[in-house]
């Protein structure tokens, strides 16, 4: 069984559940547990080795677009691709 935990990301900031999540995770694969972390809207950013996946379940620059911008829920995969890279995003939450 995989264990898939969901963390909301701080926008290139230290942030406290992140360094939680991170720690967390981590001990469960130490554990021997298939553990995986998954930011959901922006990258994290911990002072610890960071075992999250580089990309996003739901990307926070995508996300905001669509909102304020119907027209960009029906962009195709490839242009949503790109709106949820991992570097783009941190970049805009900078």
């Not at 990307?59 to 890279?85: E, H, M, S, T």
């Amino acid at each position: 069984m995989r264990i898939v935990y969901l963390t909301a990301g701080a926008a290139g900031m230290y942030c406290g559940s992140c360094l939680h999540d991170n720690s967390l995770v981590r001990a469960l694969q130490r554990m021997g547990h298939d553990a995986v972390l998954l930011p959901v809207y922006t990258p994290i950013l911990t002072d610890q080795e960071d075992v999250s996946r580089k990309e996003l379940f739901l990307g926070g620059v995508n996300i905001y677009l669509q909102q304020v911008a119907p027209i960009f829920r029906r962009l195709p995969k490839w242009a949503d691709a790109f709106l949820n890279w991992p570097p783009l995003v941190r970049w805009v939450a900078s």
